[in-house]
């Protein structure tokens, strides 16, 4: 008559945990296998270059010529003034 105990269900206690504590890794994962699951992510070679019709140096297809552009807009900035 004096003292209960009140024990949460297993119902409630996964409510009060956020989802995102549960995933958690089993087993540490070695060098090894992170070195290979990484090996495929290196840097492509860039295929789509080509040379810039007005100067010559190479750029990226449909890209404006960096050399190019520094010097139309030096010109701009220079007129500006």
């Known amino acids: 008559p004096g003292l209960q105990l009140a024990i949460p269900s297993l ?3 996964w409510e009060l945990l956020p989802p995102f504590l549960l995933a958690v ?3 540490k994962v070695s060098h090894s296998r992170k070195a290979m699951r990484a090996a495929n992510k290196g ?3 860039k ?3 080509v040379s810039c019709p007005a100067c010559g140096s190479p750029k990226l297809a ?3 010529c960096a050399s190019c552009y520094s010097q139309i807009s030096r010109g701009f900035k ?3 003034r």
């Open 11 to 13: 119902a409630s206690l």
């Open 25 to 27: 890794p089993k087993k």
């Open 43 to 45: 840097l492509k070679d």
């Open 47 to 49: 295929t789509n270059l």
């Open 62 to 64: 449909h890209h404006l």
């Open 78 to 80: 220079r007129e500006a």
